[in-house]
């Protein structure tokens, strides 16, 4: 199984740029032929704060944005899997959503520890794939022990989007290092299962989420990083460890063993 995480730099509020910086990378990640693909939490808007913006952005699962990543799943046969505002009913969520090779949802979660202008969501499920089961937390759900305590027993990968940043200065290669990667490892090691995190790398905002992924294993262990404060895409072959990061001219760099 091979697993390409994006962490997308995105602008909040300018989805159709984010969208094609995406396509873009997608293009070139296609080289490396990956069976999954995972994008930040808000992947195409941009974590947002503001009701009125939030309301701006939001669409139903059945939306435009549905329909286009749909499209890329297709066109590229890969496991998708992405974060996005949704607006339902009850009012509006973060939402992870994981697609198949053929654009179908397989996924749904909406994220459990979260803030207003969003409701919280309720729940933790996973879903059944061709390498086992396979779940999806959001960002903060993932250091709540009463939310991970509820993730299947059975599964083989954790997906994680994420968009998070440091008040002070984001990003902060000294805290990362010294703090924030620490949590993140142990955050996994409690869960008990592989995972990869991916956090969107904002512009043009005040505090913005900082980018960067990560390949963790089930003890908590560091099988794989892209630079913290970067869009790099990372991608992992977790039968062999082998790693491939897109370089700055994207295209694929040299690989090395995990």
């Known amino acids: 199984m091979r697993t390409a995480l994006i962490p997308l730099q995105t602008e909040p509020a300018h989805p159709e740029a984010n969208f094609a910086r995406f396509c873009q990378q997608m293009e070139h990640l296609a080289l ?9 939490e808000c992947s195409l808007t941009g974590y947002l704060y503001e009701q009125s913006q939030v309301a701006q952005f939001a669409e139903p699962l059945s939306g435009a944005t549905m329909r286009k990543m749909s499209d890329i799943a297709q066109r590229y046969r890969v496991y998708l899997c992405f974060g996005m505002l949704e607006a339902a009913a009850q009012g509006f969520f973060s939402t992870a959503v994981l697609l198949n090779r053929e654009g179908e949802v397989l996924l749904v979660h909406r994220k459990n520890i979260e803030h207003p202008p969003f409701l919280k969501g309720e729940g933790v499920h996973s879903v059944r794939t061709e390498w086992g089961e396979v779940g999806i937390l959001i960002c903060g ?5 009463r939310v991970v305590q509820r993730l299947s027993p059975c599964l083989r990968l954790l997906l994680v989007p994420m968009s998070r940043c440091f008040d002070g200065r984001s990003p902060d290669e000294r805290r990362w290092v010294q703090i924030e990667r620490r949590a993140y490892l142990r955050a996994v090691r409690r869960a008990g299962v592989p ?5 969107a790398l904002e512009i043009g905002v005040d505090l913005p989420s900082f980018g960067g992924a990560m390949v963790v294993g089930a003890d908590g262990s560091l099988l794989a990083e892209s630079p913290h404060g970067s869009d790099i895409p990372l991608c992992y072959e977790w039968d062999t460890g082998q790693v491939w990061l897109l370089s700055a001219e994207n295209a694929p760099s040299a690989n090395r063993e995990g």
């Open 32 to 40: 490396l032929r990956p069976d999954i693909v995972c994008l930040p």
């Open 195 to 199: 995972a990869v995190l991916v956090n």
């Open 141 to 145: 759900d993932l250091f709540a022990r």
